[in-house]
Every structure is written in structure tokens, then in C-alpha cells.
């Protein structure tokens, strides 16, 4: 249970913490232009755009559970996009983080910038949903859990780390660290492409 589903959303949450983005720029832009506080209001935007995202995909998966050709047509496509993100964690670099944001509300900003985004409807209607649908409720609460804790929690340290401490994002070792995660994706999207090939000789 510990290994199939809350470990799995640790690391994933980790990874889609500190992979480049919209919403991550916007953490670090946020804190460089108004301080820590306006950073950590950007990150918990997920709070609120995803919520009712993983509602509607939870609902839609629990009818698809003997539908073994759907789960996976979901599992292989969350392996591709996984490949996708550790492609793009592979290819970054300090340049990545540059960006010019109007003065405003960050909360509002970061809850605008995350729901315009396509990653968080890919990511639950593949990634999050494939492991949505194969565990009981409590599976599912360890993996939430674990998820959100480390999304939030990672994009958090960012916003502190950027306040106190501007230089670090442009050290090696930040960027060494996002390259290490897309290897960790790399391995994941390899296990939803295989248990999506296995959905298919059921």
C-alpha cells in the first residue's frame, strides 16, 4: 500500500513540484517581485483548481474499471506524458526561470495561471487517474496524501528558498536536482506503459 501508492505520489509530487512551468515560474517571480509570502500564496493553487478535476476523473474511472482496453489506452498515455515532463526536466536550465509578471494578487494569479494550464488535465486525466482507479479508497488517500504534501510542500521550499536565498536557483546543484527528477519520471511512465500494456493481454 506504502510502496504502490503513497510512495509513487511522494516522488510524483516531488517531480511535478519542481518541474518547470507556468505555475513554478510564478512562484519564483511572485517571491523575487513581493517576497516569500506572495510566493506560498502561489503555491497552493493547486488547492483549488485540482479539486474538482480529480472529482470528475475519480467518477468517470470508477466506471471504466472492467474496461480493461480503456485503462490502457489512460495508463499508456500518463507513461507518454511522464516521458514528456522527464524530457523537458532533462532539458532545463537557469534561463528557464526568467520571467516578468504584472504587480498583483498572487493567489489569484497562481489560481488563474494553473487552471489555463493543460498539465493539470493531462496529468489526472492519465497519470493521477491511473493510479486513482486501481486502489480502494484508503490507496487513493495515501497517494492524494503523499501528492499534494510533496507538490505543495516542494513549490513552498522554492518560494523560501528564492526569498532568502535568490542565488541558489541558479546554482548547479538546483538545476542537477531537476534533471535527476525527470530520470524519476522516466522510471514511472516505464512502469504505467508496462501496466498498460498488461491491461491489454487480460
Not at 471504466?64 to 480503456?70: E, I, P, R, Y
Not at 522527464?86 to 489560481?111: A, C, M, P, W
Request: glycine share 12%.
Amino acid at each position: 500500500m506504502i510502496a504502490n501508492f503513497l510512495l509513487p505520489g511522494i516522488l510524483i509530487g516531488l517531480t511535478a513540484g519542481l518541474s518547470p512551468g507556468p505555475l513554478l515560474t510564478l512562484v519564483i517571480s511572485e517571491t523575487l517581485m513581493h517576497g516569500g509570502r506572495s510566493g506560498v500564496k502561489v503555491s497552493l493553487a493547486p488547492l483549488f483548481t485540482d479539486v474538482p478535476i480529480i472529482i470528475i476523473t475519480f467518477l468517470i474511472f470508477n466506471r471504466l474499471k472492467d474496461l480493461n482496453t480503456v485503462l490502457a489506452f489512460i495508463s499508456i498515455s500518463g507513461g507518454l506524458f511522464l516521458l514528456y515532463l522527464g524530457y523537458e526536466n532533462l532539458r532545463v536550465n537557469e534561463g528557464r526561470f526568467r520571467v516578468k509578471t504584472d504587480k498583483g494578487r498572487s493567489l489569484q494569479k497562481g489560481i488563474i495561471t494553473n487552471a489555463l494550464s493543460p498539465h493539470p488535465y493531462i496529468f489526472w486525466l492519465s497519470v493521477g487517474g491511473s493510479f486513482l482507479v486501481k486502489g480502494g479508497v484508503l490507496d487513493c488517500f495515501l497517494y492524494l496524501l503523499g501528492f499534494y504534501l510533496l507538490l505543495i510542500g516542494s513549490k513552498v521550499t522554492v518560494a523560501l528558498i528564492t526569498d532568502k536565498g535568490r542565488n541558489l536557483l541558479k546554482s548547479r546543484h538546483f538545476i542537477y536536482l531537476i534533471r535527476i527528477l525527470g530520470f524519476v519520471l522516466f522510471g514511472f511512465s516505464i512502469m504505467l506503459i508496462r501496466n498498460g500494456i498488461a491491461y491489454l493481454q487480460k
